[in-house]
């Protein structure tokens, strides 16, 4: 049975910037291509949960000014986000 596990955040973000800094091109295809999975999975799950973030800074914006300025970031990270699951080339 396949269980979740909760790492901390700071620890995914340092794990996407070493994956992101290895050179891996002397590596099978088949290793350079399990990186990259691992890689882009990681960096959705962190769009995903930098996208909760500012949906929540816009849901709880002081005034107007605050939330419209939320809102322009909020579609922002959402736009990368669909980028990233669906790469435009």
Not at 22 to 31: L, M, P, R, T
Not at 62 to 70: G, P, S, T, V
Request: include cysteine.
């Amino acid at each position: 049975m396949r269980q979740n596990a909760l790492l901390p955040l700071t620890l995914i973000d340092r794990i996407i910037e070493i994956l992101g800094c290895w050179d891996i091109s002397k590596y099978d295809v088949v290793i350079q291509l399990e990186h990259y999975d691992i890689l882009r999975a990681l960096k959705i799950k962190q769009q995903k949960r930098e996208l909760r973030d500012e949906y929540a800074k816009m849901i709880h914006a002081h005034n107007q000014d605050d939330r419209f300025e939320a809102r322009i970031r909020y579609l922002q990270q959402k736009r990368n986000l669909a980028d990233l699951i669906d790469p435009p080339f």
